[in-house]
């Protein structure tokens, strides 16, 4: 979504208009709702967050200052509340199938979409393992595309603490990975 437009959208939402928050969520929930299944480990656990987020954006849109860091705003209201219901529910066994659900679109042979699938059984369940604060900053920044200055404002701390999560967090998924079957060359971006 075009910037300015995404803009205009959250002026008229904060005026009240219902269309506007629609097209908002049409566009954020996929992200937000994946995003939310990686971080907690489970999908009831991720539409709850997801879900719960939408409604803090909708009642709290009044209190964005910036109409431009929306977006920032969208995904720190989303790990707050990741992190409060991940608190809750930390002893809940992750659904084995977030990946797979999250990215149907494949043109990949049989054979080669089961080793990808396996593989990516293998990373999520690594990340999984990883403390909050490092999953988070791995999530938003290998599953979202996200910079380590937006993580940065997302998570509410100093850029230099993002690169540190994410140092120590590859450095952990390596650890984590080279235990399992797969081998470590396989993933550059360790």
């Known amino acids: 979504m075009d910037s300015t437009l995404e803009t205009e959208l959250v002026r008229r939402m904060k005026k009240g208009d219902r269309a506007a928050f629609d097209k908002l969520y049409e566009q954020y929930y ?11 480990g489970n999908r009831a656990d991720g539409e709850d967050v997801t879900q719960e987020t939408f409604i ?60 990808k699938n396996e593989r990516d059984r293998a990373i999520t369940e690594a990340v999984r393992k990883l403390e909050y604060r490092q999953r988070t900053a791995v999530i938003l920044y290998y599953y979202n595309e ?7 404002k997302i998570m509410e701390c100093m850029e230099g603490t993002v690169k540190s999560r994410l ?23 360790l």
């Open 167 to 189: 140092f120590t967090a590859r450095k952990n998924l390596k650890s984590l990975l080279k235990n399992e079957w797969i081998q470590e060359d396989r993933y550059e971006w």
């Open 56 to 115: 803090k954006m909708y009642l709290h849109c009044t209190e964005l200052k910036k109409d431009e860091q929306f977006r920032y705003w969208l995904y720190k209201i989303l790990n707050r509340t990741a992190w409060q219901i991940s608190k809750k529910h930390s002893k809940e066994q992750p659904d084995e199938q977030i990946i797979e659900l999250a990215d149907k679109s494949t043109t990949d042979s049989p054979a080669t979409q089961l080793l």
């Open 146 to 152: 996200l910079g380590t200055k937006e993580i940065a």
């Open 30 to 40: 996929d992200r937000l709702y994946r995003t939310a299944c990686l971080i907690t």
